[in-house]
C-alpha cells in the first residue's frame, strides 16, 4: 500500500520541522512537501497533490480558512485537517464549513496526529474533543434545543439512559476526561494506572456505546451530562 502523502502549512519553521518529525515517524505516512503561508499552500496544493493537508488556521498571505475553501474547491479529494490552538465557537464553524475532514489542536500527541491523518483519509471525520463539545453547545443554543435534545449521527440515541451500556465506574471516569479532551497519558497519571489500562478502558467504552472514537465517546459524554458545557 502506497504510504499517505502529506503536506505540512504552517508559518512557524520550527512547528513545521516538529511536524514532519514526528509525522515521519510513521512508516505509512510520507510529507511530500511543506508551506509557509496561505498563497504558497495552494500552489503546493496543486503541484503536488496530496492526500491531506495539515492546516494552520492563522497564516500570513491568505489564512488557513480561505485556502481551505479555495483548495476545497479545485481539488475536492484533497483532504484538509486544521491544525490550531483552541479557537471561538464561530471560527470553528467557518472552518468545519470549509471543508476540513479534522479539528486538532496544537498539542496534540504524535500518535494522535498519525491516527487523525489514517482516519481523515480513509474518510473519517475527526475533531478533538474539546472542539466537539463547543460545537455541541453552539448547536444546542442555535436551535434552542437543551443539550440532551440534540442527535448527531453515529452518536447513541437519544433518549438512551447511561445505564443501559453498563459502564463501570472506572469506564465512567475516563469517558468524564475523554470529553474534556484530556488525552492518555494525563489521565493515566491522574488515576494512578498505566497507559495501557487507559486505553483498555477506552477500547471497552467504546465497544459498550457502540461507537467508534473519541469524538463520539464525547458526544454520549455530554448527551449523558457527565461534563459541563
Known sequence: MEPV???IADDHPLIREGLIKVIELDPGI?????????????TKAMELQPDVIIMDIHMPR?????????????YPGIKVVALTVEDSEQKVIEVIRAGVS???LKDIEPEALSSTIRAVHAGEMV???????MLFKELAQATGQRLDEVGLDNSVEVGSSLEQFELTPRETEILRYIAQGIH????AAMLYISEKTVKNHISSIFRKLQVKDRTQAALSAIKFKLVNL
Open 184 to 187: 492518555n497519558r494525563e489521565m
Open 102 to 104: 479534522g479539528y486538532i
Open 30 to 42: 510520507r510529507v511530500i512537501g511543506e508551506a509557509g503561508d496561505g498563497e504558497d499552500v495552494i
Open 5 to 7: 502523502k502529506v503536506l
Open 62 to 74: 491568505k489564512d488557513g480558512l480561505e485556502a481551505t475553501g479555495i483548495i476545497k474547491r479545485e
Open 127 to 133: 475533531i478533538h474533543p474539546k472542539i466537539t463539545s
